[in-house]
């Protein structure tokens, strides 16, 4: 997320002095859980896949 990037942004130039000091300002507000069945999920996986190498053989670099 955003926010995510502006902490590790904030981590790397000094800014928080720690991943502790970050994590007492950071509260979840929303929990996400998997609602596809694994099989399904592994089977989707796949196919992105695919579709990324046919992709890269697009290119001409």
């Known amino acids: 997320t ?3 990037a502006a902490f ?3 981590l790397a130039v000094g800014f928080w ?3 502790d000091e970050i994590l ?6 929303r929990e ?7 099989a399904d999920r592994a089977r989707a996986l ?3 896949k ?3 190498v046919r992709a890269e053989r697009w290119s001409d670099e």
């Open 2 to 4: 955003v926010t995510g």
């Open 8 to 10: 590790l942004a904030g």
């Open 17 to 19: 002095k720690s991943k």
């Open 24 to 29: 007492s300002f950071w509260q979840a507000d």
């Open 32 to 38: 996400f859980a998997p609602a596809m069945a694994d």
């Open 46 to 48: 796949a196919g992105w």
């Open 50 to 52: 695919k579709a990324v």
